[in-house]
C-alpha cells in the first residue's frame, strides 16, 4: 500500500462522527437507537448521546454550537411528549436537524411530540419524520452525507434495489396465493 493511500485510510479511520444522535432520556433508546442501527448499515459510525432540552438546557446550547466545528453534518433528535430538542437545536446551529418524535411515556397519545417536532416557525426548519420514525431519520442523514460521498450513495442504491426485491418477492408470494395478478402476468 502506498503512503498515500494509508495517509487516506488514516483520515477515513480517524475522522470524528458526522452524524450526531441525541434525544431527551435514556427512555427515548429504544426507539432512537434504530437511526444508529441504520446508519451503520451504510457504515456511517454516529455518536449517541443524551441532551435534554428542559434539563440540561445549557448541555444543549453546547452541544449545538460545537457541532459545526467538530465536524458533524446532520444533527439526529428525538424527544417526546413537550418535544422542544429539536427546534432548540435548531435554533443553535445552520446544521441540518432532522427530528424524531417519539411515543413515549409522557405522551398523551403521540400528537403532542408530533407536532411540537413539526410546527417548527417560519426562518427555522426541523426535517420531522414519521412518529418513532427514527430509521428514517437514520436513512436521511444518509442521504445527506450520500451528497459528497460516492460510497454512501452506492451503499443507498443498494438499498433501494435491496427494497425492491422484497417487495416483488412478496408479490410472488401472494400471486402463489392463487390471487388473480393481471400486471405482473
Ligand atoms: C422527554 O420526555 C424525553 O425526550 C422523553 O421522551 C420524555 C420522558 O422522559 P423520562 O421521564 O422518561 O426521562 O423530554
Given at each position: ?25 435514556e ?6 437507537k ?6 451503520r ?93 427514527a ?49 405482473d402476468?
Amino acid at each position: 500500500m502506498s503512503e498515500q493511500q494509508t495517509s487516506n485510510n488514516k483520515q477515513q479511520t480517524t475522522h470524528g462522527p458526522l452524524v450526531g444522535i441525541i434525544m431527551g432520556s435514556e427512555s427515548d433508546l429504544d426507539i432512537m437507537k434504530g437511526a444508529a442501527e441504520m446508519l451503520r448499515q451504510f457504515e456511517v459510525e454516529p455518536e449517541l448521546t443524551i441532551v435534554s432540552a428542559h434539563r440540561t438546557p445549557e448541555r444543549l446550547r453546547d452541544y449545538a454550537h460545537q457541532a459545526k466545528e467538530r465536524g458533524i453534518k446532520v444533527i439526529i433528535c428525538g424527544a417526546g411528549g413537550a418535544a422542544h430538542l429539536p427546534g432548540m437545536v435548531a435554533a443553535n446551529t445552520i446544521l441540518p436537524v432532522i427530528g424524531v418524535p417519539v411515543k413515549s411515556s409522557n405522551s398523551i397519545d403521540g400528537w403532542d411530540s408530533v407536532l411540537s417536532i413539526l410546527q417548527m416557525p417560519y426562518g427555522v426548519p426541523v426535517a420531522t419524520v414519521a412518529l418513532n420514525g427514527a430509521k428514517n431519520a437514520g436513512i436521511l442523514a444518509a442521504q445527506i452525507l450520500a451528497l459528497h460521498d460516492t460510497s454512501i450513495a452506492g451503499k443507498l442504491e443498494a438499498y433501494k434495489e435491496y427494497q425492491d426485491d422484497i417487495v416483488m418477492e412478496s408479490v410472488k408470494n401472494v400471486k402463489s396465493m392463487g390471487f388473480r395478478n393481471e400486471f405482473d402476468r
